[in-house]
């Protein structure tokens, strides 16, 4: 490896401290104008037309609006201020929310926003942690791949948990690479502590990159084994007290003065992280989840729900990055940061063991995000559990790292055949594997296409003789390569920052063959465990199970529009109307609320969201609804607590019948909302069924474990409580029995 390959570091003998002096000394006068600039430009992609997409996932929200009314919901992570159950997720991404909405009130921009600047933070550190063994041209293309990677667009504009977690990862990463330059202590604990955080963000997903990290550590710190056994142990020790106070807590709180634990079936956190959101999501069996696994079918049939055979989420196997659903989400330069990483490794292979050279810290590097990158990617494509495309966000970090690092490397090294060879090989596979992904959406700005594939060959066959042509010439040619590189995910991005996203499964770019995404999509006429379906017919889209169909533009229940908008249409926040023509990607598609409420909410009537105003501050809850999806909506559109009955896919057992009739009996419910046989007519509501026919919709939710309790619930009120219709609902007066009013 020629001391060119890490620019801007000249070889020195001197300690890695001083190096990085000097490495930082070094700056060229152009770079801190470039860096702000992919920091500003990077801000604009993620913030533009950022308050479209409304509430986005009405489910965390909803969670959102109440930790901004109740610091006891805040903590928990409530689903409702009234703190009746929490999300099926610890609360940390829900924090930076919360505490935005405390300050500016509620409303999309004050939800997203925090989501947006993480974005920002995580192509910062990315840049950083690039910058130190590769130079500042290797940090800005590390930075720019990784904003144009579309899933990255969707989730840094969205307000699932996965923003913080990739941005913590992130930081584990980085700091991990600063403790191995010169086997730093308080790097090391600082690693822990991200990790420790991102358990409390999305649970044991954090631990995924530990091993080969760890492992790194152990066997390249440039210090004794004793001294760094015992650094891998503070760092574990700093990782158990940063994630597992709030356990603790939550754990030695008694159970009947706190939020029932969302996603679990016995009220455990540590069931929650185990069960659902652990080991349930790498064999398939979720106790809990909507059609997920043998066992949570089985415990289904057993307790009278219906269903049978786990729902289906998407062919597992090692091309599963790859696929048609998930290619264009994630995939557009994971062959080139997989080739880039083995060249990388060749080039630096020679260096010592440990990481007090230049070239022992720049392998480093690559086995550092090597590992990431490749230990996540394996447990995404077995794990039989739930998966959604929008998981692959984890990966934008890692692959940008890699890309950036590699290119660098063999541009120095451009002058041996080997690399030139190499580098113009990556480029004509990217430009190719980017003409396949282009054409999995036959109708997507087709030209682009074969443009790409034309200028990406014809530049790819440049490379191998940019060693002999002038400087200006060479960059000229590197210029064009990284552009056609980065022509098919900047698309897809914009694609993606000009259409509202709401619901829980998105996806980011146009509709394509065999996926989920693009107007027209949404999963509908999926049977539900319990008896019920989704409303529409057509085609299953990919990852549904047999059976399971879909068209665009799924409706909620009482013919109502999804999306977690505001009364009237009116997005929140005083945003655009969610029917202005925009496609509103939302429920596995765009425009399907997606499984009746249970996957994207309900546009409330203006009816019943006075119905809930009025006299709330008499109840601890305006209404209960099945589902935290139908319940949310309400929520927001009143910003009165509804309580979520049986959790996000209403199959929780909470709260139980005689609790329920424990809380009515006390005054402290109003309503149950009921789920309704309800005419929904796509053209009344701008198109957003995605073709105007009359469909017939009939929605249950409260399917598998726990499910009979919310069912029974429901039988139960319409026995004993007076219904009344209310802006196309029915609503049951919890303080007006039968008994009484007949």
């Known amino acids: ?52 997409s409304g509430y986005a996932n009405s489910f965390y929200s909803a969670a959102v609006q109440a930790g901004g009314e109740s610091w006891k919901a805040f903590f928990f992570g409530s689903s409702d201020a009234g703190n009746s159950i929490t999300v099926d997720k610890p609360p940390a991404a829900l924090w930076p ?61 969205f307000n699932n948990p996965d923003a913080l977690l990739t941005l913590l990862m992130t930081v584990t990463v980085y700091c991990v690479l600063r403790a191995l330059d010169g086997a730093h202590t308080k790097w090391l604990v600082w690693a822990g502590v991200a990790v420790g955080f991102a358990f409390l963000t999305k649970t044991l997903q954090a631990f995924v990159i530990l091993p080969p990290l760890a492992l790194l550590y152990a066997v390249c710190a440039p210090t004794g084994l004793r001294r760094r056994l015992g650094q891998l142990l503070l760092s574990t020790l700093a990782m158990v007290v940063a ?11 008694p159970a009947s003065s706190r939020p029932y634990i969302g996603g679990s079936q016995t009220n455990s956190f540590l069931e929650l992280t185990l069960g659902y959101n652990g080991l349930g999501r790498i064999n398939g069996e979720e106790t809990g989840s909507v059609g997920g696994g043998a066992r949570t079918a089985a415990e289904g049939m057993a307790g009278g729900t219906g269903g049978g055979g786990g729902m289906s989420w998407g062919e597992t196997g090692i091309d599963r990055m790859f696929s048609s659903n998930i290619g264009g989400q994630i995939g557009w330069l994971l062959p080139a940061a997989l080739i880039l990483l083995v060249a990388g490794l060749v080039v630096t292979w020679r260096a010592r063991r440990a990481t007090d050279s230049l070239e022992g810290m720049a392998r480093a ?7 990431a990158l490749l230990i996540t990617a394996v447990v995404f494509s077995f794990m039989q559990g739930i998966f959604h495309e929008y998981y692959t966000v984890a990966l934008a970090p890692y692959i940008a790292a890699l890309v950036g690092m590699g290119i660098a490397v063999l541009w ?27 054409g999995r959406s036959a109708e ?22 940019t060693a002999r042509l002038g400087r200006r010439t060479a960059l000229g040619v590197a210029a064009v390569g990284l552009g056609v590189a980065l022509a098919g995910p900047l698309a897809y991005c914009l694609t993606t920052v000009s259409t509202p996203h709401a619901g829980s499964i ?24 319990g008896g019920g379906a989704m409303p529409g017919g057509g085609a299953a889209p990919q990852g549904m199970p047999p059976g399971a169909t879909a068209q665009g533009g799924g409706q909620a ?32 598609g765009p425009g399907g609320g997606g499984m009746g409420g249970l996957l994207g909410g309900t546009k409330t009537s203006a009816e019943a969201t006075a119905a809930l105003r009025a006299d709330a501050d008499r109840y601890t809850w305006a209404a209960a609804a099945i589902g935290s999806q139908n319940a949310a909506s309400y929520q927001l559109a009143s910003q009165q607590p509804v309580m979520p009955l049986g959790g996000f896919n209403g199959s929780d057992p909470s709260p139980t019948l005689e609790q329920f009739k424990e809380y009515v009996s006390a005054g402290k419910i109003h309503y149950f909302i009921g789920q309704s046989d309800a005419g929904t007519d796509g053209a009344a509501d701008g198109g957003e069924t995605g073709g105007g026919a009359e469909t017939r919709t009939l929605v249950r939710v409260g399917g598998g474990p726990g499910g009979g309790v919310s069912s029974s619930i429901e039988t139960w009120v319409k026995a004993n409580f007076k219904a009344s219709t209310i802006g196309g609902v029915t609503f049951y007066d919890l303080t007006a029995p039968i008994s009484q009013t007949s």
Do not use: K
């Open 97 to 157: 929310m919360m505490l935005s909405v405390r300050l500016f009130g509620l409303g999309a921009w004050q939800i997203l926003v925090p989501q947006a600047l993480m974005g920002v933070g995580t192509t910062a550190v990315l840049y950083a942690a690039v910058r130190r063994q590769f130079g500042p041209v290797a940090a800005l293309i590390s930075g720019a791949v990784f904003a144009l990677t579309p899933v990255a667009a969707l989730m840094f504009r």
């Open 1 to 52: 490896m020629t001391t060119a390959a890490l620019p801007l570091h000249p070889p020195s003998p001197a300690a890695p401290s001083h190096r990085a002096a000097r490495a930082h000394a070094a700056r060229p006068g152009w770079e801190r104008p470039a860096y702000l600039g992919l920091l500003l430009a990077t801000a604009v992609l993620l913030l533009w037309d950022l308050g479209a």
């Open 506 to 529: 998105v996806t980011a770019g146009p509709a394509v063959a065999g996926g989920r995404g693009g107007p027209g999509g949404g999963m509908r006429g999926f049977e539900m465990p």
């Open 365 to 371: 590097a690559f086995l550092a995000w090597g590992g």
């Open 557 to 588: 229940p009482g013919g109502q529009a999804p999306g977690g908008q505001a009364p009237g249409g009116q997005a929140p926040g005083g945003n655009r109307p969610a029917d202005d023509g925009r496609s509103t990607r939302t429920g596995g």
């Open 444 to 465: 997507y700005v087709p030209w682009l296409r074969w443009s790409v594939l034309a200028v990406g060959l014809g530049t790819a066959l440049l490379l191998p003789f």
């Open 243 to 253: 994630g597992g106070w709030w356990v603790a807590v939550v754990e030695l709180w």
């Open 412 to 438: 120095e090294e451009r002058g041996s055949r080997a690399a030139s060879v190499t580098l113009s090989g990556t480029l004509a596979l990217t430009s190719y594997w980017a003409f396949v992904l282009l």
